[in-house]
């Protein structure tokens, strides 16, 4: 399941809700790489970068019982 936030997240919240997630939650990065953010010590820094880009955040989720709680965050402003 894939997903694009447009709105600047709260980066702190976001980075919660992927470790909190089930699955693996995948970023795609600006040279359409994906990077897996779960567990991952940089992954803050790789939404701040994605969210600052101005072309929204692209997410990738692996486990689909998680995408009720990312789109609970979406509708909820990402704020």
């Known amino acids: 399941m894939t997903f694009k936030i447009y709105l600047k997240p709260d980066i702190e919240r976001l980075s919660r809700l992927v470790e909190e997630s089930r699955g693996n939650v995948l970023l795609r990065l600006a ?5 897996n953010l779960k567990n991952n010590e940089s ?3 790789l ?3 994605e969210a ?3 072309n929204g955040v692209e997410l990738k989720l692996s486990d689909i ?3 009720p709680r ?3 965050f979406m ?4 704020v």
Do not use: P, W
Not at 31 to 35: G, M, N
């Open 47 to 49: 939404l701040q970068r």
């Open 43 to 45: 992954a803050a820094a």
């Open 52 to 54: 600052d880009n101005c």
């Open 65 to 67: 019982e998680d995408y």
């Open 70 to 72: 990312f789109v609970s």
């Open 31 to 35: 040279d359409k790489s994906l990077r």
């Open 75 to 78: 509708m909820g402003g990402c």
